[in-house]
């Protein structure tokens, strides 16, 4: 991690180039040195915080004040930062009775926090977990006594973790997972808190502020979705080549421990939804054989969405995964043992991310733990399809291989969409599709749970969601569409979002179809729409002008009554 006196050397660069993100900073306790790691680790991820730090302690003052610079300010984040060393004294004022349920009184109020700022303003709330204390006033004993402040700290962690989970718009730092990680004196510094109540330490606000960043990053839609492993001495101990399937080191006896436990933690990101994929320097046949064969084998092929094991140069085998996986270069992570192999894909695809691993083995998965590499701002069981659904992908370019043309490989697909307004299955990920989607999205408006709920309601919306499935499989919810009333005669596409998975089956055509249809059975005459230009969405530049919208000053423009529908080889379901 950047120490905090780097760090402080980015306040001087130029953020100019960078997204602006507004940041409100309410803090309980004296924030200055917080407010600056913040700012600076912008540079380092390239965001321009623009923040508006409240006065000392004025949480609550800011909050529930209507006319307060909160409100002003209007930002798009507000991180609500309290420390446990203020929890404590908190704690220590209530008599018996009050102690025994001190936790709910501080999820109480941070529901109430959260409910009076979202009435105000759209921006999302982010809160930390404290790190924890113990007062050693009931030893070991704490734990069975229910009025005890490490009881009641706990306790509140886990409330603030719950309404989390009920309230889609807050999100949670979690400061007390990180001082489980880093120790708590490294966390606290008690000369700054006593000579200027800083409760956090030098060394610990640069990684309060890359955790924040990394919440930030997710909620915008800027996250990691692929891990690409290495085999050889990464994957497994040893080399397969020369060992053979017998002498690799894998298991739980030995040095076989180090590399199972991180096959197992490659296998939970798979089922959260990260892709894997094999990049390795082998003969493929060989390379696969411990996938296929070993007992001891935490992954196996069906883990695996990409699989290249050959000779060629990692640079351009990892060009092919992403040409297969149709995501962008940043959103991958390559995990190789070799630091030459490591600084030529820096060098080769400087977009990728690329750990330097230790020298030593047995610190590989911790290391890779610390990174946070994989912060996300949703999860759905879709996600657990994932890499079913990347194999099934592959299938299809063997097939489109074997015709002459695209027409016959698409009408051979036998391809049908289920085509429905948004409901309380398709939610989920309707918002998770506006917060990932950076190619295939006209306007790169990020929507939360809470958001797309409320628009759902709205009777100035109309909603579509659009699956695709074929012969192959079930591609699950590839594209949304959200309408919007501009007045009695027209429709503006407040949201065109779809999967690049699925682009070049003629999903375009059949989508305008469908929304083209809507507006004729509501007797709208036509269809507004905008192109808003992103550093990632060029591949849609010119998809309105292909559709044959009219440009308009900024906007396009679609004639209801002269439109005929697209031909496509889409079916509804």
């Known amino acids: ?17 960078f997204k602006k993100v507004k940041v409100a900073l309410l803090s309980d306790s004296a ?13 380092e991820v390239q965001l321009d915080f623009d923040i508006y730090e409240a006065d000392y302690n004025q949480v609550a003052l800011q909050v529930f004040d209507p006319t307060s610079e909160l409100y002003r300010f209007n930002p798009d984040f507000i991180f609500i930062n309290r420390c446990t060393e203020k929890l404590m004294k908190d704690f220590y004022k209530k008599d018996r009775a009050q102690r025994d349920v001190f936790s709910e009184e501080v999820a109480k109020t941070t529901q109430q926090y959260y409910d009076v700022i979202t009435q105000r303003l759209r921006a999302k709330v982010i809160v930390n977990t404290y790190p924890e204390i113990n007062d050693s006033l009931f030893g070991n004993f704490a734990s069975k006594i229910t009025s005890s402040f490490l009881y009641q700290q706990r306790k509140s962690n ?11 718009d807050l999100f ?45 990053l997710s909620i915008n839609g800027t996250f990691k979705k692929c891990l690409i492993l290495d085999l050889d001495n990464t994957t497994w101990g040893g080399i397969i080549g020369d060992d053979g399937m017998e002498g690799i080191q894998i298991g739980y006896l030995g040095s076989g421990k180090i590399f199972t436990e991180l096959q197992l933690w490659a296998k939970q990101l798979k089922h959260r939804g990260i892709i894997l994929a094999v990049c390795s320097k082998n003969t493929e046949e060989i390379a696969k054989e411990p996938f296929l064969g070993h007992p001891d084998m935490v992954l196996r092929m069906d883990d695996i969405a990409v699989f290249v094991a050959n000779w060629e140069t990692k640079v351009e085998n990892i060009r092919y995964i992403q040409s297969v996986l149709n995501i962008g270069f940043d959103s991958m992570v390559f995990v190789d043992d070799n630091p030459f192999e490591r600084e030529m894909v820096k060098a080769g695809i400087p977009e990728i991310c ?27 069981e879709e996600d657990e399809l994932r890499t079913k659904q990347y194999q099934e992908e592959a299938q299809r370019n063997i097939l489109l291989r074997s015709f002459e043309n695209e027409n016959d490989f698409l009408a051979n697909l036998g391809m049908v969409s289920d085509v429905r307004k948004f409901d309380a299955f398709t939610i989920p990920r309707v918002a998770q599709l506006t917060q990932r989607s950076n190619q295939f999205n006209l306007r790169t408006v990020r929507y939360t749970e809470e958001d797309i709920k409320r628009i759902s309601a709205d009777p100035g919306y109309f909603t579509i969601s659009l ?12 594209g949304i569409i959200i309408l919007k009333k501009e007045d009695d ?28 249809s809507l507006a ?11 192109y808003l230009p992103t550093k990632k969405n060029g591949i849609v530049k010119d998809h309105y002008k292909n559709l044959n919208f009219e440009p308009i000053g900024d906007l396009w423009v679609l004639d209801v009554a002269g439109f005929k529908d697209r031909d496509t080889f889409i079916s509804k379901k």
């Open 354 to 380: 690329v750990p330097d691993l230790p020298e030593d083995p047995a610190e590989y998965l911790l290391f890779l733990r610390s990174l946070n590499l994989f912060e996300t701002a949703s999860f759905t």
């Open 1 to 17: 991690m950047i120490s905090f006196n780097e760090l402080k050397r980015n306040l001087k660069k130029d953020f100019s180039g």
């Open 467 to 478: 699956t695709l499935e074929d012969r192959f499989g079930d591609h699950g919810l590839i």
């Open 158 to 168: 886990l409330a603030l973790m719950d309404l989390s989970q009920r309230v889609k």
């Open 489 to 516: 005669t027209s429709l503006f596409i407040d949201s065109w979002i779809m999967s690049c998975r699925v682009l070049k089956r003629g999903m375009e055509d059949f989508t305008l179809n469908t929304i083209v």
């Open 172 to 216: 949670i730092c979690d400061l007390a997972a990180l001082q489980s990680e880093l120790g708590y004196r490294f966390v606290f510094d008690s000369k700054m808190y006593v000579n200027a109540d800083m409760v956090y330490s030098l060394e610990f606000l640069p990684y309060i502020a890359k955790h924040l960043s990394d919440i930030i």
């Open 31 to 43: 924030s200055q040195l917080l407010n600056n790691a913040i700012k600076a680790f912008g540079y």
């Open 520 to 530: 004729a059975a509501n007797h709208f005459t036509k269809i507004t729409a905008e």
